[in-house]
């Protein structure tokens, strides 16, 4: 998603470098709304699969030191692991937004 998310940025960029006089490109600038919504999708999606990544993280170490002190219940488990479960559906469902309207007859040009 961080490489989509440059490609994304570097196309906005390019769409802004154009002057507003330059009659034959002036036309692309019609697409940064899209790219803009594109670029948002993405900073959404990666956040979610930052916060599943941290989620599933103190997961592993509750259940690490559940073991280690011979707890018989690792507490929280099953909600960090529902709430990392939310989060990467969460980040799925971002970018598989992104992925449908990521292709589009400006990204042609």
């Not at 170490?61 to 939310?86: P, S």
């Amino acid at each position: 998603m961080t490489s989509r998310m440059s490609s994304t940025m570097e196309r906005v960029r390019t769409l802004n470098a154009i002057k507003e006089d330059d009659q034959d490109r002036a036309h692309l600038k019609a697409d940064l709304n899209r790219l803009l919504r594109r670029a948002a999708l993405l900073k959404s999606g990666i956040f979610a699969s930052l916060v599943a990544g941290v989620c599933a993280t103190v997961l592993l170490a509750v259940l690490f030191a559940t073991e280690f002190f011979g707890l018989t219940y690792a507490y929280g488990a099953g909600i960090l692991f529902t709430i990392a479960t939310i989060f990467l559906g969460v980040a799925l469902v971002r970018f598989a937004q992104e992925v449908s309207i990521s292709l589009d007859e400006p990204d042609k040009y």
